[in-house]
């Protein structure tokens, strides 16, 4: 059974910095493997939830013009996304 648990974005964010420090190269690959999955996976959820944010600031857009640059904003954020999702799997 898979279960989702909420931790602050900040702690989040601190946690995949924390892993992006580490020197892993000495281990088995087996765990470099699993390392880089789980640290790519972290990065994927922090970058939905800035993109999430985004998405709201289109909503809470004052006039047209900022609803069109936070629209910009979104789009450029989903495209990066897409591209570093597919760089992963060579697409």
Do not use: F
């Not at 279960?3 to 087996?30: A, C, F, H, M, T």
């Not at 972290?42 to 004052?62: C, F, M, R, S, W």
């Not at 629209?71 to 996304?81: A, G, M, V």
């Amino acid at each position: 059974m898979s279960k989702n648990v909420l931790i602050p974005l900040n702690l989040l964010k601190q946690i995949v910095e924390l892993l992006g420090y580490w020197d892993i190269s000495r281990y088995d690959r087996v765990i470099c493997d699993n390392y880089h999955d789980v640290l790519k996976e972290l990065n994927v959820k922090v970058k939905k939830l800035e993109l999430h944010d985004a998405y709201t600031t289109i909503l809470q857009a004052g006039d047209e013009d900022a609803r069109h640059s936070a629209r910009i904003e979104y789009l450029r954020q989903r495209n990066q996304i897409a591209k570093e999702c597919a760089g992963d799997y060579g697409l």
